[in-house]
């Protein structure tokens, strides 16, 4: 095949990623191409490297080797107004996150009127819009606190949207809470999915991935082991690792 | 020599006219501190030899007495050039103490903060600057209410240090009386009665704070 007409660039591009702690080598080699609209799940036993590398596509973490390109932006530790790109990568972390000190509309129009310097009106109106997308229109003066743990997990993602990202990054978004409250967070996250937002989750919710993902990540030990499509990854596992994975989850 | 009442509740309104400079040292003292040790502490943050440099600042700063401190920048800079009126280097150098002490108890407050909060505001796309006052400062400022009105009670005890270079404040309108009446024992209780009453009242003003500030968003 040609080459692909650079009408869009990939959302994200990894190429050749290395990342260490110290000594130890949290990544190796990590290539992986998400393009716009598709849904990646990444999932591996934990101490894997997934968390890490997600986290390095907004560069919570710097890597030390390779390249990170993002929305068509190359990503380093070196990149000028970092914080600038970071606006248009979302991020949903595992314990949510979020501003314990204001209400859950003004943790949604924080960013929007400091970074993007919306007057309050327009920011409310969008942080409203957002908090009933994910079902939540009705605790906007509440605090953090006074909210269940599915309930603030759906503010953070709304918290996220606000801004209008091109791409969801989600770290383990339901591992924090408890099973009923899952449900509602996975229902968010998949019509999030239908909407044709690019989105890249680590999770263990295998059913989510079997349903949304379009292609699965099976990370062991800091590598990409395994890539499929979720038909593909699930009935016929091709690596080892991810099927006696796959064997202790089912 | 017996302690005479009268004598006592006497001096009282001429050791009272030193309460205004008093106060408002103290108040200038706690401000001034309170930015100066939050800037310490957030360069401190920012990077490893910054970081050093204010760790030894900061270090420096409260292992030296604040007499020492109160004469250099009163009767040592003036030698350089830089003269600096006595109300104002009293300012100054009580900052310049509290904010080494301020400083400590803001690291405190802010490793208490869960690192999850940076986070989302740097994932968020949020500034530097931001980060620290729209996220950081707020949850801080609950954090370290108490211990910061600690601080600022202290301040207030401080100010008779000021005493030695010539600040108007209360304890040495009290000496003066004391030097001029032979009587020290009532102008001593008077003051030190007055001083006990104005610490009494930022504590409870403080706790008042922090109270609300608990209050104010249930975690």
């Not at chain 1, 939540?136 to 006074?146: A, L």
Request: a positive charge.
């Amino acid at each position: 095949m040609t080459k692909e007409i650079q009408a869009g660039a990939p959302a994200v591009r990894i190429a050749g990623l290395q990342k260490w702690y110290g000594s130890f080598q949290v990544l190796h080699d990590i290539d992986l191409t998400v393009q716009p609209n598709e849904r990646i799940v990444i999932c591996g036993p934990s101490g894997s490297g997934k968390s890490t590398l997600i986290r390095c596509v907004n560069q919570l973490e710097a890597h030390d080797q390779g390249t990170i390109e993002v929305n068509g932006q190359v990503l380093g530790k070196s990149t000028p107004r970092m914080h600038e790109l970071r606006r248009d990568i979302g991020m949903v972390f595992q314990h949510f996150n979020l501003f314990p000190h204001l209400t859950v509309l003004e943790n949604c129009t924080l960013a929007l009127r400091k970074a993007r310097r919306l007057p309050r009106a327009e920011a409310d109106d969008i942080a409203r819009h957002y908090l009933g997308r994910v079902r939540i229109p009705e605790q906007q003066d509440k605090y953090p606190g006074q909210l269940s743990g599915g309930q603030q997990q759906r503010v953070a993602i709304a918290r996220a949207l606000c801004m209008n990202p091109k791409v969801m990054l989600f770290d383990e978004p339901t591992s924090a809470l408890d099973p009923e409250m899952i449900k509602e967070v996975l229902e968010v996250m998949t019509d999030l999915a239908r909407d044709g937002m690019t989105m890249l989750c680590v999770t263990h919710e295998m059913n989510f991935a079997r349903t949304v993902a379009d292609r699965v990540v099976f990370m062991d030990a800091g590598r990409i082991v395994e890539q499929a499509d979720p038909e593909t990854f699930f009935s016929a596992p091709a690596h080892p690792r991810a099927r006696q994975f796959l064997s202790q989850l089912l | 020599m017996k302690f005479d009442l009268d004598f006592a509740l006497s001096v009282v309104p001429f050791i009272l006219t030193g309460l205004a400079t008093t106060l408002w040292i103290t108040v200038a003292a706690s401000v001034g501190a309170s930015v100066l040790g939050f800037t310490f502490e957030m360069l401190r943050r920012s990077n490893r030899w910054l970081g050093y440099l204010m760790r030894f600042l900061i270090d420096a700063i409260r292992s030296t007495p604040v007499l020492v401190q109160l004469y250099f920048i009163y009767f040592v800079l003036p030698v350089y050039g830089v003269t600096i009126p006595a109300a104002m280097a009293g300012v100054l150098g009580l900052s310049i103490y509290y904010s080494g002490y301020l400083a400590e108890v803001f690291k405190g407050g802010i490793d208490s903060i869960d690192a999850g909060q940076f986070e989302a505001g740097k994932a968020l796309g949020l500034r530097r600057r931001d980060v620290i006052f729209s996220v950081i400062l707020p949850q801080m400022l609950r954090n370290v209410a108490a211990p910061m009105g600690n601080y600022f009670v202290s301040a207030l005890k401080a100010t008779p240090y000021l005493a030695v270079i010539a600040v108007p404040e209360m304890l040495g309108l009290a000496m003066e009386v004391g030097s001029n009446s032979f009587r020290y024992a009532e102008p001593m209780v008077a003051v030190g009665v007055i001083f006990l009453i104005l610490a009494v009242g930022i504590t409870q003003l403080v706790r008042r704070l922090e109270k609300k500030l608990l209050a104010a968003h249930t975690r």
